[in-house]
């Protein structure tokens, strides 16, 4: 009689959220070579779309929670040099120098608010939020074909969204201050961008990727718009008058994008529908001024 074995049972496949990619990745700062880290796709289930275009995701009962702007830098594990993927090998000697002389103080620039970190291992929310931090310093005084600014900005303004996640779930560590110091940073970061864009000194032109977020982007009317929302939320009000000023001149600009025509690829619905809003509160806060200057 023939003995019945049962075929051993499949083993589960490990639930993992990311991967490393096969090709290795060589650091132009300090040679180091590395696999980048990279998201499977179905990971993620999108939800809403904050005012600040911020796309937020529903928890998945095989995934959890999945935060795809952990994985968008590229962060070298050895250096801690830290671009966005377009950018990190095409930096020059000059400035591979210049970021390999400041390894120590960026390492401990980071490490001063946020510990322990780890980049060798795959990433969790505190190395996301470290990374945009990492790359506000690492994009500091690259050549203006970068776009410097703008580049700093959008890693501020994800920065701001990370820690003030990572602050939900380790309270008491101060990453709502950190998250507070760069929603300032981005707004100042934004509207410097613009300047320097209709000045000729940093064309944004050949920016590839406007996000904010990783999952659209809103082109440069989203920089527009985004200029005016963090004007609203985080710019000064010690001096209401100034605010005023300013926000009427964000008020101005954001006036452009209703007179846009119909909706396309390009200027998405939801970016109008929330920049009639922020036109909305900004005129509701400025009501005021407008008149006396009409007068």
Known sequence: MARF???????????????QTKEQVQCPVCDAKFHREELFSGRVNAGDLTDELHRTYIPMAQWGEVQPLVYDLTVCPSCWYAAYKADFGAIGAKYAKTLSESIASRI???QRLVQPLDF???RDLAEGAASYW?????????????????KQGISALRGAWLFSELNAKRPGENFDHVAALLYRKARFLYRSAIELDQGGKEPLASVK????????????????YLSGILEYKYG?????????ATLSSSKRAIAKLFGLGK?????????????RELFDLIKAETQGQDEEEEE
């Open 108 to 110: 401990e620039s980071v």
């Open 263 to 275: 909706r396309s690829k390009n200027k998405p619905g939801p970016l109008l529908d929330k920049a």
């Open 236 to 244: 000064p009000r010690e001096d209401a008058e100034k605010r005023a």
């Open 5 to 19: 074995v049962a075929k051993p049972e499949k083993e589960e496949k490990e639930r993992k959220v990311t991967f």
């Open 134 to 150: 990492l790359a506000m310093l690492c994009y500091e005084g690259l050549p203006k074909e970068f776009a410097p600014t703008y």
């Open 209 to 224: 990727w406007y996000g904010p977020d990783s999952d659209k982007s809103y082109g440069f009317e989203g920089v527009i």
């Open 120 to 122: 060798t291992s795959p």
